[in-house]
């Protein structure tokens, strides 16, 4: 069973800066993608993703404040958000999935105080 190990998540100010990390338990090579959503009342949405060969992609939300990235060499994706809003307060679950499975971390939470 694969396990995703959310950290980096707190309590920040408007505008301030964050930087989440997931660490998978094998690596993320094995993934077709990886990514982080968030929960808020009544709705789980995608903020950021990045596939097996890279590619990114973003909520409209997120474009241009939040930088998804990975460091294979120790199975971690990062999301740095920066610029951050009172709406961007949620938990904050990482996400790897293959063709056939889904795999969620236990998620972090991010609380932006205005």
């Known amino acids: 069973q694969v396990q995703l190990v959310e950290s980096g998540g707190g309590l920040v100010q408007a505008g301030g800066s964050l930087r989440l990390s997931c660490a998978a338990s094998?690596?993320?090579?094995?993934?077709?993608?990886m990514g982080w959503y968030r929960q808020a009342p009544g709705r789980r949405e995608l903020v950021a993703r990045i596939?097996?060969?890279?590619?990114?992609n973003y909520a409209d939300s997120a474009k241009g404040r939040f930088t998804i990235s990975r460091d294979i060499g120790v199975n971690t994706v990062h999301l740095q958000m920066n610029g951050l809003k009172s709406e961007d307060t949620a938990v904050y679950y990482c996400n790897a999935n293959t063709l056939s499975r889904n795999f969620w971390g236990q998620g972090t939470q991010v609380t932006v105080s205005s």
């Open positions: 596939t097996d060969i890279g590619s990114t």
């Open positions: 094998e690596s993320i090579t094995n993934f077709n993608s």
